[in-house]
């Protein structure tokens, strides 16, 4: 039982992940953007949009395009065991943007990386 109730989990934990990896952020709601920073990593983008939700329809034209801008691609958590001492991470995006973190991990530690590409 235990197992397919984190089968599910995962399951719908995957959907919503595809779900807003694919939605523009001036769609979303404050809550939903709050949750996806908080929970998968995600830097928070503000909006001016109120808790209402807005439609395309109701968007201007150059505010439409900056949405399109900001559309998500879907994120990856990596998780990899080191021993200890000092590491340079690097992620590359799609289109060839890198960005490199120095770590100094100690015996036991747990380090969190989020590479904003």
């Given amino acids: 039982m235990a197992l397919m109730l984190l089968h599910l989990i995962v399951s719908v934990s995957v959907i919503a992940q595809k779900y807003y990896s694919f939605t523009a952020a001036c769609r979303c709601k404050e809550h939903e ?3 996806i920073c908080r929970y998968h990593g995600r830097q928070e983008i503000k909006v001016e949009s109120s808790e209402e939700e807005r439609t395309e329809a109701s968007v201007a034209p150059s505010q439409a395009q900056t949405c399109q801008q900001h559309t998500r691609k879907a994120s990856k958590d990596i998780y990899i065991e080191v021993s200890p001492g000092t590491y340079s991470v690097t992620a590359t995006s799609e289109d ?8 100094d991990v100690s ?11």
């Fill in 96 to 103: 060839m943007v890198q960005q490199t973190h120095v770590v």
């Fill in 107 to 117: 015996a036991g530690q747990s380090v969190d990386l989020t590479f904003v590409l």
């Fill in 33 to 35: 953007i709050k949750h």
